[in-house]
């Protein structure tokens, strides 16, 4: 992973691209799983990981959009660029990533 911190996903290539970087400290990845109960979460000791399905993806921008007052703009901005590189990737879930 990179020095940004962020939310990553892996390119073609095996690395790590980076789809959003944090504007501020009042938010982050494990929100998506925790404020809008989508995606599947899990950690390790220097990662934290949300993978979405398709569904998912939809349901993610389509929350953002509802709730868009209601959270962090940098939150709803996260959320929208997770959705705009998700429609970009291939297969039935799309995995997200940022540093501990």
Do not use: W
Request: aromatic share 8%.
């Amino acid at each position: 992973m990179a020095d940004v911190q962020g939310v990553y996903v892996t390119g073609a290539d095996g690395l790590p691209v980076l789809v959003h970087e944090y504007l501020n400290e009042n938010y982050g990845l494990g929100d998506v799983h925790g404020s809008l109960q989508i995606g599947t979460l899990a950690e390790t000791e220097t990662t934290l990981s949300v993978t979405l399905s398709r569904k998912e993806i939809t349901d993610l921008k389509n929350l953002a959009d509802a709730f868009s007052f209601d959270y962090d703009e940098g939150f709803i901005e996260m959320c929208g660029d997770m959705h705009r590189v998700a429609l970009e990737l291939p297969g039935d879930t799309v995995t997200f990533t940022e540093l501990l």
